[in-house]
């Protein structure tokens, strides 16, 4: 979900990894400054989400109209986001604050930086299944002044009188609302060996005050951008080693018990003969991970970004975990579509109910072209289990999608069994294929 307040007329998404990743942390390690998260799929019985009465055929068809909804998504020059409201947010991120530890449940959010979720005594809250969390009962609880350092890394907060705490209030493009207090909470997760690894001073929103498009299974949000008050550049800064860390996202139905990861620390680290990399392009809002793609290639023939000038706009696309589609430009992505429909020798399925997707009658992934994606100083091969989705029965669909806006989206089907680094000192994003379901 993006944060509104820093990109203006703004529309949001609060994600919908559509099959990457429930963040649910249910596993950490912290070993020798490695700390690795489990990110578990919306379907699997480990996941809150999870309804053991729904058929395979039901969650496909969810998944169908979940996915079709992007083709819906218009951003304008200025909007970095599609407008994807928290109801398509399908991953929640699992976590445990306070002493004694708490059970959380948020939506995990890689366009924003407020982690926050719904407290005790709540004056105006949504809707939510779990038990809210109540401050009074935790001994690690402490509200910020609105004159301490941490309220400055918030620029939506005012100063409550008399008592001087840090009030927030936080407002999402698809008119969704967090108001409450900031806080410090002591952050706790599971290591491998089983005992409690925990994080003091973690700074996020208690809030009483919450509306919108949110549902009952989702407890608040946690942004994981690139400022450093999102739950990631906490998390880095604590373990001391370098604001760096990788994910590997496994791909879309593989068995629910195979987590994706991610990693942070030193071994975040992406390293190896076939490793690629391309730098992080800054811009007014530090939270997006842009890059600079120059276009894609279908087999050998390449199509450019821009049909009007040789040289791609330096971070013309960001990095969503969050978004399952690519998003790319309308004229850029109709000239790449009709490439690819040029390389496969199959008649496109003529369905209403798929259009304006470019669909093929399959059981089996097709066997379609290599597309290659060329950024600025790296060459990222996708194959068709990257390009290629299927959201119904017997029919695989390309997995990228118009938009309107100059802005694109590197969603999280082309970012399956890729090992990817984020490396914020050295301001790159690197990229090594491997099998993420190996990398546990």
């Known amino acids: 979900m993006a944060d509104f307040d820093h990109l203006g007329l703004l529309f949001s998404i609060v994600i919908a990894l559509s099959f990457v990743s429930v963040a649910h942390i249910s596993a950490a390690e912290v070993k020798n400054g490695r700390f690795s998260i489990d990110l578990i799929h919306r379907d699997s019985p480990k996941s809150p989400l999870y309804n053991p009465s729904e058929t395979p055929a039901e969650r496909l068809d969810r998944f169908f109209r979940r996915f079709m909804s992007f083709s819906e998504a218009s951003i304008s020059p200025n909007t970095p986001e599609p407008p994807v409201s928290s109801n398509n947010g399908e991953y929640l991120m699992k976590i445990s604050i306070g002493t004694p530890p708490f059970d959380v449940y948020g939506i995990y959010d890689t366009g924003s930086d407020l982690m926050w979720t719904q407290c005790l005594p709540c004056l105006s809250c949504y809707k939510q299944k779990n038990p809210m969390f109540d401050p009074s009962k935790s001994t690690s609880f402490k509200e910020v002044s609105c004159e301490s350092q941490q309220c400055r890394l918030l620029d939506t907060v005012s100063c409550s009188q008399p008592q001087k705490l840090c ?177 496969i020798p199959m008649e496109p399925v003529q369905d209403p109910d798929l259009q304006p997707q470019l669909c093929y009658r399959s059981a089996t992934l097709i066997d379609g072209p290599i597309l290659t994606a060329h950024f600025d100083g790296a060459d990222v091969q996708l194959k068709p289990l990257n390009t290629f989705i299927s959201p119904k029965e017997g029919v695989y669909c390309f997995a990228m999608q118009p938009i309107d806006g100059d802005t694109g989206i590197f969603g999280n089907f082309v970012q399956m069994n890729f090992l990817i680094g984020f490396d914020l000192d050295a301001k790159k994003v690197s990229f090594k294929a491997v099998d993420c379901t190996k990398q546990q």
């Open 167 to 343: 009030d927030f209030s936080y407002g999402y493009g698809d008119g969704s609302l967090a108001q409450g207090v900031i806080a410090t909470e002591t952050l706790t997760l599971n290591s491998n060996s089983g005992q409690p690894a925990s994080i003091p001073n973690i700074v996020f929103g208690c809030g009483h005050n919450n509306s919108g498009t949110f549902n009952e299974n989702e407890m608040g949000l946690f942004g994981t951008g690139g400022r450093p008050l999102s739950l990631t550049s906490q998390i880095m800064s604590t373990l001391g080693s370098g604001r760096k860390f990788s994910q590997c996202l496994v791909p879309f139905r593989t068995d629910p018990s195979i987590t994706s990861k991610i990693i942070f620390g030193p071994e975040a680290e992406v390293s190896g003969s076939d490793v690629v990399s391309t730098p992080l392009v800054t811009k007014d809002d530090p939270t997006y991970y842009f890059v600079t793609l120059d276009g894609i290639s279908v087999g050998d023939k390449l199509f450019p970004f821009s049909s009007s000038s040789p040289m791609a706009t330096k971070g013309n696309v960001f990095i969503d975990a969050g978004t399952p589609p690519t998003l790319l430009p309308r004229d850029f992505y109709n000239r790449l579509v009709q490439g690819v429909k040029e390389a």
